[in-house]
């Protein structure tokens, strides 16, 4: 979970900013941490995009083996 609110917080530090050295991103960095502290962005595990996943599982047919290219197909009807 905290490489997503690294990613969020990230991109809301830096969206549209070009910052010149180092303790200008610090600065926003800090400024973004404080916000988000204040205020945090709500996670909802398993959401519409969790749905959407797996209803397009669901209309695959067969079952991956591992990390190959290869498919098992079902015998279960």
Same mark, same amino acid.
């Given at each position: ?10 991109? =809301? &530090?830096?969206?549209g *900013? ?5 303790? @200008? ?7 973004? %941490? ?6 945090p ?7 519409? =995009? &969790?749905?959407?996943? *797996? ?5 695959? @047919? ?7 290219? %290869? ?7």
């Open positions: 979970m905290t490489e997503s609110i690294q990613r969020i917080l990230k991109r =809301r &530090a830096l969206d *900013q070009h910052p010149q050295t180092p303790q @200008q991103i610090i600065e926003r960095f800090e400024i973004v %941490a404080r916000v988000w502290n204040q205020n962005t709500p996670f909802e595990w398993g959401g519409k =995009r &969790a749905a959407r996943r *797996q209803r397009a599982r669901s209309k695959r @047919q067969g079952h991956r083996l591992g990390g190959s290219g %290869a498919v098992a197909q079902s015998l279960v009807a």
